[in-house]
């Protein structure tokens, strides 16, 4: 599992409820990402982060907002939750601008009611 | 932006035979192509991935194969076994000249293995 960890693994929450996921690493990954999943839609791309304090969007960033204070902790905030925002939302890392490959985190699976 | 085609988006194959996932990608620049298991309540898992640079790629049982004038790459299985039943996902790397670059998934393939 690449030394990731989410959390929480699960939460029910209400609209308009502000919501944070949590994801932790422990090999100091330069690069970390979030992806929704989503019946029929594969994973998609939110944000990810290049570097404390260096996040940019992916492609269905709208609703949501990131935060890196320190190397191993990337934060994925849903300051207002709607019921389109239910989802299993996955971390990833990758370890250097040299690599390509992308390990993912066992996932956090959030209801909006 | 890329796009990601998959199909079939089940399969089902007798235990012992092969199985083929084919992918197309949209974007020109994109130069690699991973593949991802993911079982029930996980996270996707990379089996084994494809620079642009490479036409094939084979680690024991499974395979990719990669056509970059034709824009698309297949993942091939053989000797099909109980375990290898989940959903498979290919991907492509949205190149945009830095290093953080995402993945674009294709929608995914869910593979039964029927004994």
């Known amino acids: 599992d690449a030394g990731i960890t989410q959390s929480p693994r699960h939460k029910v929450t209400e609209t308009g409820t502000p919501v944070t996921l949590r994801c932790h690493q422990t090999?100091?990954?330069?690069?970390m990402y979030w992806y929704r999943q989503d019946p029929g839609h594969g994973l998609r791309l939110i944000h990810y982060s290049y570097g404390v304090k260096d996040t940019d969007k992916g492609e269905v960033s709208d609703g949501y907002s990131v935060s890196r204070s320190k190397t191993e902790d990337f934060l994925l905030t849903l300051e207002s939750a709607t019921s389109s925002q239910t989802s299993v939302y996955f971390c990833?890392?990758?370890?250097?601008?040299?690599?390509?490959?992308?390990?993912f985190g066992p996932g956090t699976r959030l209801l909006v009611l | 932006g890329e796009n990601v085609e998959q199909h079939p988006s089940t399969l089902s194959v007798q235990e012992g035979d092969s199985a083929v996932i084919k992918c197309t990608y949209s974007?020109?620049?994109?130069?690699?192509f991973p593949w991802y298991k993911q079982e029930l309540g996980k996270g996707p898992q990379l089996i084994i991935d494809i620079r642009s640079n490479v036409g094939e790629k084979k680690d024991q049982r499974i395979a990719v194969t990669l056509n970059k004038t034709a824009k698309h790459f297949s993942l091939h299985i053989t000797e099909t076994q109980p375990e290898d039943s989940a959903v498979y996902f290919c991907?492509?790397?949205?190149?945009?000249?830095?290093?953080?670059?995402?993945?674009?998934f294709g929608k995914g393939t869910h593979l039964i293995i029927q004994p």
């Open positions: 974007d020109s620049a994109s130069n690699y």
């Open positions: 090999e100091n990954h330069r690069y």
């Open positions: 990833a890392i990758k370890q250097g601008t040299a690599s390509e490959t992308q390990y």
């Open positions: 991907a492509a790397r949205m190149y945009s000249g830095g290093g953080a670059d995402g993945l674009t």
